[in-house]
DNA sequence: GTTGAGTGTGGCAACGATGCCACACCTGGC
DNA sequence: GCCAGGTGTGGCATCGTTGCCACACTCAAC
């Protein structure tokens, strides 16, 4: 086997060819020490600021090290000082504008603190969520920000001693802190919009409650339903699968055995776009026949006419809450002694709840409801 | 200053609260090779299937390492073998959807490969570029994603050995391989479609052409008008800037000017919603009034009615496309001698030209028009 | 019975950065 | 003139993995 040692012999004699400047080597502390005349272990003193380092020293150190490109190497840093600045990020379908969104969210935090982050798209997938845990295990991550699929993933995560906090949902209150949106306000601000306008029969287009951003909403939906002493009709319940398709399917049967509904309320901006395909397709009129009203605000709905209206999630402010909420843990774990607090210094519509820095954390980042032109009062 | 070592002696008093089971630190080579009863370069060999180990021995080790819950160190591996199975990728603006399908695809071609990503996103500035250049630097990532902003980021990564891949526009030929959308074909594609349905004062709305995937669908845009033998009318170019309120401003202002246009060619998703708005706006009536075509097909416009017709670039494959060429060019790097050949096993519709695996690639992602009801014959 | 090839295993150094410890030097006080 | 204390620097081990090299052993052939 030609392992490695051929393959270096053998790239200085393509260098020119292939990989341009790799014929020198990339500089280490013991050339900037050498360019400096000192030691490394002065070099790095003098670069990190721990420590004793004359200020003449110090400048002659950045001189060098700056004049010949020197770039510390993350990998030696991490395995010596046994924590990365890579924090893992793991979601379930980047081309879902949600998911989009709070990850832009999440890495625009990370990197304003110095962090990166490694993204792994898990497509919902139990097995390959547990891969990317493996994978960021392998990385040493000192955290990593989840939207989570199997509560088994943030288990084992929790006892390698990374950081984890779960976005969007949560499976299990025991490992790690929590952002959340404020599903049950935001779903109860929506249907009790509804029944303002005068509807009673409000559809709610749902695909799972085992998860808290489903369940939430659908007591949310509920609570607005008591708060008016309206009754909830089972029967406008209509669950389906996380799918436009389906989602679009399902409403079809909805509005063929139930003529009477009003109001449709979808979950989510998937399900939402089923609906208002549906809709669409069999030319109600939004909102002179019925209302259409929609969690999760992403672009095409203020596209379409009539606008459809949302309960926005602030999701780029739920992903930067998330990196916020990890960095706290992140930064408690360097001080040695806890001395960070709480520091729920909360972009403004954030409440946290839970305790201090020991206790797990709950973070609800508010919502808000947009009023388009997709609701409307109830043609009954 | 209470240092590193501090910090691990104070986290053994915290551990059950903070981080449940650091108690244990993590497992290595040596304690599966004491688990196995052999030593750690047995362990090494028997683990990565390189070098003698008796089969028996083989299975022992990997049984340990099992039972132990043994997770090698990725940062030591990449300490040791000089580099890393991370790939750094560069983008512009996660939240619009077209960077986030690229993303998307990118992953999926990486993690299928066994690597995984660092995304980063530079928000179209060059010292964020550069920034995130030292980044990928300092963690020895063997390739680099980029849709590039400044030539000198490329620069300074070839320099360093770092591979290179332009997506979707090329800002120089001389670093790397280059994957970018047939934006000539799709721009003439496009216009072409427009002139068939009888129009002849077709307004352009781009953003900047020093990139090329501007000047390519300005020159495809030209293309069409020569074949057809329309002149263009230098005024109908309407330079504006990435920015869909600006577009929306700069679509204003030319039907004020120039009201005997008939079509609007908006040269991509952000540029074509401030198009969209501005014509919903006025209550223009697509398409008898005008005809609405958009470069890059994004969800809302198969949203609106009428559905916008648009050049879809097949975005997610553009992104798998930029990986399979990055890892072509790895595989290289590993194989000694180039045994990989070039192997442009194109997934259906992408053509490659540029020479064998020495010299610069450049591949060519083809794209699609889809038309749907915003076009329609010209008025006049 | 010795030699040689072949097979399997362990020792050890290296990747690059860091921080503890030891030590050299300088200054001031008695 | 000697010692104490402070200041700045270098040596060295370490993080976890890997692969080269050396070596031990088995077996067959002469």
Redesign the interface.
């Known amino acids: ?4 040692g ?2 270096r012999d ?2 200085y004699g393509r260098a020119t ?6 014929d020198s080597r ?1 500089p280490t502390v013991q050339d900037v020490a050498r360019e400096a005349g000192v030691s490394p272990s002065t070099v790095s003193r003098a670069l990190n600021g ?1 420590g004793y380092a004359a200020a003449e020293v110090r400048q002659r150190v950045h001189a060098a090290a700056a004049r010949i490109g020197y ?6 840093q ?2 010596r ?1 046994r924590s ?1 600045r ?1 924090i893992g990020v793991l979601i379930s ?3 879902n ?1 949600f998911y ?2 709070l ?2 969210g999440v ?2 935090a990370l ?1 304003a603190a110095g962090y ?6 898990d497509d919902g997938s139990p097995d ?1 969520e547990m891969l990317a845990v ?2 960021f ?4 991550v000192p955290g990593v920000i989840v939207t989570p699929v199997s509560v088994l993933a943030l288990k084992r995560l ?4 990374v ?1 984890v906090v779960q976005a969007d949902r949560q499976l299990s209150t025991r490992y790690g802190d929590t952002v959340l949106g404020a599903n049950k306000a935001g779903a109860k601000l929506a249907t009790r919009h509804l029944l303002d306008l005068g509807h009673r029969r409000i559809a709610l287009l749902i695909d799972q409650t085992r998860w808290t951003s489903g369940a939430e909403r659908l007591a949310g939906y509920r609570a607005a339903h008591a708060d008016a002493r309206v009754p909830v009709d089972q029967e406008l319940i209509a669950y389906t699968s996380f799918d436009s398709a389906a989602a679009r399917a399902t409403v079809a049967r909805l509005l063929d055995t139930r003529p009477d509904v009003t109001a449709l309320f979808a979950a989510n901006n998937v399900l939402a ?1 089923g609906a ?2 549906e809709l ?1 397709h069999r030319g109600v009129q939004l909102p002179k026949e019925m209302s259409l009203v929609a969690y999760d605000d ?3 709905m203020s ?3 009539p606008a459809i209206t949302t309960v926005s999630q602030h999701t ?1 402010d739920l992903g930067r809450r998330c990196a916020e909420v990890l960095l706290a ?1 992140l930064t ?3 001080a ?2 806890r001395g960070a607090g709480d520091g729920d210094s909360g972009a403004g519509g954030s409440d946290s709840a839970g305790s201090g820095p ?1 206790g797990r954390r709950l973070v609800r980042v508010a919502c808000e409801l947009r009023v388009r032109g997709s609701s409307g009062p109830s043609p009954a």
């Open positions: 086997m030609t392992g490695h051929a393959r053998v790239a060819v292939e990989k341009p400047r790799s990339r721990s770039v510390p190497d993350a990998n030696a991490t395995l000082n990365s890579s379908d980047l081309r504008p989009a969104d990850a832009a890495e625009q990197r990166h982050m490694i993204l792994v798209n390959e493996e994978t295990t392998a990385m040493r929790h006892q390698r001693g950081h776009q208002f395909e669409q992403v672009p095409w596209m379409v006419r780029f843990r408690v774990d360097d040695g002694d020991t």
